[in-house]
């Protein structure tokens, strides 16, 4: 089980990233794909399995956030992914605050991998 969790575990992260990426890339060259219905509804169902296969992998282990630092810090982190992702996809009012918006949410992935890899919250740095 714990290496189903794992693979879906990865698997979608490398998605959720590849499609922002992407996403990033259609909103900086102002395309209408970004509108489109699936484009949107996509991300919801790859972030779904992203947080199912977290929590499978949380009981698996048996380490949970609030109780496991590293793992708040990866729950706190997947939030601000999200709400930087939207500010940078959706809700940026200029051109500039969307950029800024995107490069920030690339950063925070950075720091959640480097949270990943060490199980510790201070990411590439522990
Ligand atoms: C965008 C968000 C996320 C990214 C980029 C990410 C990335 C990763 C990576 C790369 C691994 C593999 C680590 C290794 O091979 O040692 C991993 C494992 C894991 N992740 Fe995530 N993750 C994310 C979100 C979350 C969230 C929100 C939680 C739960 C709060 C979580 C819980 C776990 C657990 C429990 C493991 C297993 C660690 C182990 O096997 O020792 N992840 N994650």
Excluded: C, E
Excluded at 16 to 45: D, N, T, Y
Excluded at 50 to 71: C, E, K, N, R
């Amino acid at each position: 089980m714990y290496a189903a969790f794992k693979h879906i575990h990865l698997l979608t992260v490398a998605i959720s990233l590849g499609f922002f990426v992407l996403r990033g890339v259609w909103m900086l060259s102002g395309s209408a794909l970004l509108q489109k219905k699936w484009v949107k509804i996509l991300p919801h169902i790859v972030d779904t399995l992203l947080l199912v296969s977290a929590i499978g992998l949380m009981f698996q282990i048996g380490q949970y956030p609030m109780t496991d630092g590293w793992l708040t810090a990866k729950l706190l982190g997947l939030i601000a992914y999200i709400v930087l992702g939207t500010i940078a996809l959706k809700r940026g009012k200029t051109q500039g605050t969307r950029i800024l918006a995107f490069v920030a949410a690339l950063a925070v992935i950075a720091y959640i991998v480097g949270v990943a890899l060490r199980h510790n919250a201070l990411s590439w740095l522990a």
